[in-house]
């Protein structure tokens, strides 16, 4: 499998250059919580809209808290 390398977009770009400021463990500590929240947001956000246009419901909760999601390990006999 032969790995290209892609050309930065633009988010990343600002990132990198963002980045570059950091000076202390602190302030990319933070700067962590803060990407964090972010993408947690944006997830409790997309939920609502789940539930909003009704494509999810209680009952989806339900049997996704009944669904066996772990995978099988096959042991070595």
Do not use: C
Not at 24 to 31: G, M
Not at 60 to 72: A, C, G, N, S
């Amino acid at each position: 499998m032969e790995l290209t390398a892609k050309p930065l977009n633009e988010a990343q770009l600002d990132f990198l250059r963002l980045l570059g400021h950091i000076k202390t463990t602190e302030e990319l500590d933070e700067l962590r919580q803060v990407v964090s929240d972010f993408y947690a947001r944006k997830a409790e956000e997309a939920m609502d809209r789940l539930w909003e246009t009704g494509q999810w419901n209680s009952e989806k909760d339900e049997e996704i808290l009944k669904t066996h999601l772990r995978t099988p390990y096959k042991y070595a006999r």
